[in-house]
């Protein structure tokens, strides 16, 4: 989870195309684990917001890595577009999955006393706000896959970090002029990200193409018919 420093983990999928998959708050790399797309895939496996953006270059260069897709969900969404808006040279499409322009520092403040209040209690409520009524099958996936393993290990420093990043986060739509190709997934019913934050995003990023997906919640991906979507 929370580590001194980012670390990123390659995973050949037999692709031409790489991407980065970025998470989001109160999950980690592994919550793209049911996800299929026609990548080879770039792991945060140790993960801190803080460094997130220059080891994240570092590790491409080393790898020896020119050009990458950036996918990131929810709080990733901020970060793969701080290093999308910095690296814009080395993006060949960034895709924004359930994001908010901002999020507000008094609502993440009262999260964080809840979380200090009952951490297990909290996060079982918010993991179950992440799914639609429609998204039963994606639902019970999450809870034979990830649920308890998320409530045990997910310490509160690594909720607390998050939160504290979130708290400064921001889409900026000016710096993210220069990438080519952003394409906004968002899910109908998302709880956690409401549609209306997508739309602001999308009314001020004129070149982006929004993707709405019926019925689904803020894990949209592990849709079924989020492959369709994205394969367009």
Not at 12 to 19: D, P, Q, S, Y
Not at 32 to 57: C, G, H, M, R, S
Not at 59 to 84: P, V
Not at 123 to 138: E, G, H, M, T
């Amino acid at each position: 989870m929370i580590s001194a420093e980012s670390k990123f983990r390659i995973v050949e999928r037999g692709f031409k195309k790489t991407m980065v998959l970025v998470p989001g708050w109160a999950a980690d790399y592994q919550i793209f684990d049911a996800l299929e797309l026609d990548y080879n895939y770039i792991l945060p496996v140790d993960f801190n917001p803080v460094d997130f953006k220059d080891n994240l270059l570092e590790f491409l260069k080393t790898s020896s890595i020119e050009r990458i897709s950036l996918f990131g969900w929810s709080q990733g969404g901020f970060l793969a577009s701080d290093f999308a808006s910095h690296n814009t040279k080395r993006i060949d499409e960034l895709i924004l999955v359930g994001i908010r322009k901002r999020y507000d520092k008094d609502m993440l403040k009262e999260i964080k006393r809840k979380l200090k209040q009952n951490k297990r209690a909290f996060l079982y409520k918010f993991y179950l706000n992440c799914f639609s009524a429609d998204d039963n099958k994606q639902l019970i996936w999450f809870k034979k896959h990830l649920l308890k393993k998320y409530l045990d290990h997910i310490s509160l420093e690594y909720l607390i970090c998050g939160l504290d990043y979130l708290s400064c986060a921001e889409i900026d739509a000016e710096s993210l002029s220069g990438v080519r190709i952003i394409r906004i997934f968002h899910g109908e019913q998302d709880r956690i990200a409401p549609l209306k934050d997508a739309l602001e995003i999308k009314s001020c990023l004129h070149h982006a193409e929004l993707i709405v997906l019926d019925k689904s919640g803020h894990l949209l991906f592990l849709n079924p018919g989020f492959r369709e979507k994205f394969n367009g």
